[in-house]
């Protein structure tokens, strides 16, 4: 069976820092392209990173300089590595690896 976990969530002063962590078990084929979208409260979800490859990333021009997406040495495992948090990254993460369904996300909140 497929599964897809999200996690690193969790609360942080602005000018922090998180790590989330994505993982895909139960699917025998390595993934070479992912996303990871962000919902806020009464906003539409956004495309935060991409990463093809394991080398290609793009980044939403919000979160430039302060993302870093990568993928892990397991197979199917992924990172988005976030500093210098502002409020205005409060929301939901989600990854979104090509083939998979979406997971629950994990939430971020960074107060003020």
């Known amino acids: 069976q497929v599964r897809l976990v999200e996690s690193g969530g969790g609360l942080v002063q602005a000018g922090g820092s998180l790590t989330l962590s994505c993982a895909v078990s139960g699917y025998r084929q390595r993934i070479y392209y992912i996303d990871w979208y962000r919902q806020a409260p009464g906003k539409e979800r956004e495309l935060v990173a991409s990463?093809?490859?394991?080398?290609?990333?793009d980044y939403l021009d919000a979160v430039k300089g302060r993302f870093t997406i990568s993928s892990g040495s397991a197979k199917n495992t992924w990172y988005l590595q976030m500093n210098s948090l502002k409020p205005e990254d409060t929301a939901v993460y989600y990854c979104?690896?090509?083939?998979?369904?979406w997971g629950q996300g994990t939430q971020v909140t960074v107060s003020s």
């Open positions: 979104k690896p090509s083939r998979i369904a």
């Open positions: 990463i093809i490859n394991g080398d290609r990333a």
